[in-house]
């Protein structure tokens, strides 16, 4: 379970619909307490990945993890996941989301349709079965 911001929400939005026709990514600060996640900041971070790439994929970088963690640390956070858009895209994981995701953390996935936002979901990998599962959203 995930507990984030209505306000959090739409600042991934704003950047996802800013970001078309190009994928947005992010990080997501707060704390994880029992099997619950709170999200308390959310970071924007630049989409590394080469012009064409980013219609369809997101990297964040070594030195922004760096900075993020760094910033985790001073301020008395964890990193609990992580966000991206899907442009034109369902918010549904996709065969490259699921190669380069890690258990434990949160992936909000924002779909953007014709520069809209339409969905926001979240996921967490299953490890059992290695894939992606529904995880629910509840907003504070």
Not at 75 to 97: C, E, Q, R, T
Not at 115 to 132: D, P, Q
Request: net charge negative.
């Amino acid at each position: 379970m995930l507990t984030i911001s209505k306000e959090n929400i739409d600042q991934i939005a704003a950047f996802a619909e800013n970001s078309f026709p190009h994928e947005c990514c992010g990080i997501l600060f707060g704390s994880v307490a029992e099997q619950q996640k709170i999200v308390r900041e959310i970071m924007s971070v630049t989409n590394s990945c080469g012009n064409n790439e980013r219609m369809y994929h997101f990297e964040i970088t070594p030195e922004q993890m760096l900075r993020a963690e760094k910033y985790a640390v001073k301020n008395g956070l964890d990193i609990v996941g992580f966000y991206h858009s899907h442009p034109g895209f369902a918010a549904i994981p996709s065969d490259y989301d699921l190669h380069c995701a890690f258990p434990v953390y949160s992936y909000i996935i924002a779909s953007v349709i014709e520069g809209k936002t339409l969905e926001v979901r979240s996921w967490t990998i299953n490890i059992a079965s290695k894939l992606f599962a529904p995880e629910k959203i509840i907003y504070n």
